[in-house]
């Protein structure tokens, strides 16, 4: 099945500062990769995914890369700001004809943006 | 709200007791998926479910549980003879076939079990 990794584990950057977060995957029929924010005790959300057939995607301040040859996916944040502070979750879903459509996470990023 | 609704949103148990979660997904979303969150950790994938029909099954998914979704809209999942491992916050989700599958979480109850 597949496997995604998240690193690193913990970022703290200064507001104004970009953030990077990057993960791999294992499985080569992945397709689809969702970056999910969720905040302390809330549900989570998704702030931007990307499909295998692109290699780049902006939303505002916030921007994914995929990297298919290599098997990873990365977000960037810039110009972050205190509201960015959350933990940020990556995932991965194997195309319908190889595996369904669950989502693998990673294990989380803790994101804390200091003023 | 017309997001993915869970109740209770809190559970609290003794263990071999058995609870039941409730999810109702957002309207006219045919696919529904449960995960279970432990604290530090990624969601990790239990079930899911394309309108009526349960499709697959984590091998997370002891005997101990079981989830349905007979009118192919809200669902439950539930937890018999419950141990304390089985402690965690208990995600729902739905996404349609027509709008890109993109997965709308639910708020999740979290599960205590002394």
């Known amino acids: 099945g597949e496997n995604v990794e998240q690193h690193p584990s913990t970022l703290s950057v200064q507001e104004g500062d970009s953030a990077v977060i990057k993960c791999t995957y294992s499985d080569s029929a992945s397709n689809y990769f969702p970056w999910y924010k969720q905040e302390l005790g809330k549900r989570p959300q998704l702030i931007i995914d990307?499909?295998?057939?692109?290699g780049e995607k902006k939303d505002q301040r916030i921007a994914v890369t995929l990297n298919k040859t290599a098997k990873h996916f990365s977000l960037h944040i810039t110009e972050t700001q205190p509201e960015d502070s959350a933990v940020y979750f990556c995932?991965?879903?194997?195309?319908?004809?190889?595996?369904?459509?669950?989502?693998?996470f990673g294990t989380g990023t803790q994101l804390k943006v200091e003023l | 709200d017309t997001g993915v609704s869970q109740d209770p949103r809190h559970k609290i148990t003794k263990r071999g007791q058995n609870v039941t979660f409730r999810c109702d997904p957002i309207s006219e979303h045919n696919r529904l998926y449960w995960y279970r969150q432990t604290l530090g950790q990624g969601p990790e994938f239990l079930t899911y479910?394309?309108?009526?029909?349960?499709?697959?099954k984590s091998r997370l998914l002891s005997d101990r549980f079981s989830a349905e979704r007979p009118k192919g809209s809200f669902s439950t999942l539930e937890i018999q003879r419950t141990e304390q491992g089985d402690s965690a916050m208990y995600l729902c989700?739905?996404?349609?076939?027509?709008?890109?599958?993109?997965?709308?979480f639910g708020p999740g109850t979290r599960l205590l079990v002394l």
């Open positions: 479910f394309q309108n009526e029909a349960q499709l697959e």
């Open positions: 990307i499909r295998s057939n692109v």
């Open positions: 995932a991965a879903r194997p195309s319908v004809a190889g595996g369904g459509n669950k989502l693998t």
């Open positions: 989700a739905s996404s349609s076939l027509d709008r890109g599958e993109t997965q709308y």
